[in-house]
């Protein structure tokens, strides 16, 4: 059949550019929790692109021509307290566990799953461990001699090395909370500043962290030199590192990367708040351009568009997005506006390749917290909440990212990552949908891309009647038209079209 199809019709390719675009899968959650990434087909029929008509109360218009950066995905920091969750259900519930393992990580096109591909891993304790250590906690052991990565709980190696096993994409991006107290100004790692003697001793750090992470078979895919540089607290690891300081160990650590057989290693500045893009991250460039890759940002002061004040003066190096914390009691559907707005569509169209909230679990208090810190005052939610029993649900930063999640992922094994592309919004209702749009390549050029948008409708008078409005949209792509109704909450869908 298909043979005699091909010989009336000539060739495949004719075939194909006769065939219209179509799109036949839907993954939605609405505010009303009625859906919750829930997977579906149009019926009876697929949505198919035909010749324009009137446009949509918003009028969705894809602009292919313009292709942008690469996006690896989402996820979050695999903490030590996300670490012991993980274990502790794996000990109790096994099924329980890798049913989880694959809810978050499965990345098959076609898996009830999110498919996150993107992790942070702290290098050493956080405000999420049980105690305070660093690698290598022997005073003044300037050689390192006593460096041993295995001062972290072995659950953190085991739940990566199982997140590996789902997920084989999955980038790993390692960071310190701080450096160890000895080389710091006030002997520990609560607070504090690097002692500058010690650079070349952190540099070399560092590059013992990745070799250890590599000897494990967790291969690294970025390092940062300091979480959150400008801010030092004195009840969890945390260390203010001036510009100069992080931009000589960058350039140490990049000659040691490179000596050592990890050239391909990124380095990536900053890792701190949008509110400073315009000066921590620009002046590390200017002193130390060549060894940082890009720059990470987090959500707790300033806003995205800060971004742009980074993006605007080094336009080839990355950004990425590596950090904002769920709040315990915040309201679940403003959760996911905020996010979808901010980060997950709009830190990506901003120019990041990564979207990343903070603890991957907790447990439905925020717990556990390393004892005595101050951190996380009303008490942070993790994407995840594992609970003592051995039973887990998700929270709405897993609906946020996992909606994202499946726009970029590969659609061939091995074949490359979503890259986002132009789209614009307009039409009378313009302002009610908050639209991504990616382009994601196959492996034989005979195939056709996938095109997929992640449209949050916000449209609900939240602020005043509350009253939620479904938008009948129209989508623009290659001069052919779409129609489909978004419901308050976001959708992600997909069609298929030659490169
Ligand atoms: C991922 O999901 C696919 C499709 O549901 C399934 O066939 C596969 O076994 C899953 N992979 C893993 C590692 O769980």
């Given amino acids: 059949m298909m043979l005699r199809s091909l010989q009336i019709f000539g060739s495949l390719a004719l075939l194909q550019a ?3 675009q179509q799109i036949w899968d839907i993954w939605q959650t609405t505010w009303d929790r009625n859906m919750l990434f829930t997977y579906f087909q149009p019926t009876p029929d697929p949505i198919n692109f035909v010749t324009p008509g009137t ?4 009028d969705i218009v894809i602009d292919d021509s313009s292709v942008y950066q690469t996006v690896y995905g989402f996820g979050a920091s695999l903490t030590d307290s996300s670490a012991e969750l993980f274990n502790n259900l794996k000990v109790q519930n096994s099924g329980s566990y890798w049913q ?3 809810y978050l990580f499965n990345a098959t096109d076609t898996a009830n799953s999110a498919g996150f591909s993107y992790i942070r891993v702290p290098l050493g304790a956080t405000d999420f461990s049980a105690n305070t250590y660093s690698y290598d906690d022997i005073n003044g052991d300037s050689s390192l001699n006593d460096f041993n990565i295995n001062a972290a709980p072995s659950g953190v190696f085991s739940v990566l090395q199982d997140i590996l096993s789902i997920n084989h994409m999955t980038r790993f991006h390692i960071v310190p909370w701080s450096p160890p107290g000895w080389m710091k100004s006030g002997g520990t790692m609560s607070g504090g500043s690097l002692d500058t003697q010690y650079i070349s ?23 940062s030199i300091q979480n959150e540089p400008e801010y030092s607290d004195s009840t969890y690891p945390t260390c203010s590192m001036p510009v100069a300081t992080e931009a000589q160990i960058g ?3 990049r000659t040691l990367l490179n000596d050592y057989g990890f050239s391909g290693v990124k380095i990536i500045g900053y890792d701190h708040n949008w509110v400073d893009a315009a000066n921590y991250p620009v002046q590390l460039m200017q002193q130390a351009e060549s060894a940082f890759d890009g720059v990470s940002f987090h959500c707790y002061q300033g806003s995205v568009s800060d971004q742009a004040s980074f993006t605007s003066q ?8 590596t950090e904002c914390s769920g709040a315990l009691g915040s309201d679940w559907w403003s959760d996911i506006k905020w996010y979808m707005d901010n980060i997950f569509i709009g830190s990506i169209s901003y ?9 991957l679990a907790l447990d439905g208090n925020g717990q556990p917290l390393l004892p005595g810190t101050d951190s996380c005052g009303g008490g942070c939610r993790g994407v995840v909440q594992i609970n003592n029993d051995g039973t887990w649900s998700v929270n709405q930063e897993f609906y946020s990212m ?20 132009g789209v614009s919004v307009g039409g009378s209702l313009d302002w009610a949908l908050v639209v991504g749009a990616y382009k994601t390549g196959r492996v034989s050029p005979n195939d056709w891309n996938r095109y997929s948008i992640v449209v949050l409708n916000w449209d609900d008078s939240a602020s005043t009647t509350w009253n939620p409005q479904p938008v009948e949209a129209t989508i623009e792509f290659r001069g052919m038209q779409a129609t489909y109704t978004f419901p308050v909450g976001v959708t992600t869908l997909w069609w298929y079209a030659p490169n």
């Fill in 314 to 321: 080094y336009p080839n190096k990355e950004v990425y997005f």
């Fill in 351 to 359: 120019g990041s390749s990564s979207g990343l909230m903070w603890n």
């Fill in 100 to 102: 989880l393992m694959d």
């Fill in 251 to 253: 350039l140490a650590l």
């Fill in 55 to 58: 446009i949509g109360s918003a």
């Fill in 18 to 20: 006769v065939a219209s």
């Fill in 402 to 421: 996992a909606q994202a999640s499946k726009a970029i992922l590969p659609r061939d094994i091995g074949g490359p990552w979503g890259q986002r592309i």
């Fill in 201 to 223: 001793t952190m540099a070399n750090y560092l590059l013992k962290s990745v070799q250890a992470f590599s000897n494990k078979g967790i291969p690294i895919y970025a390092i």
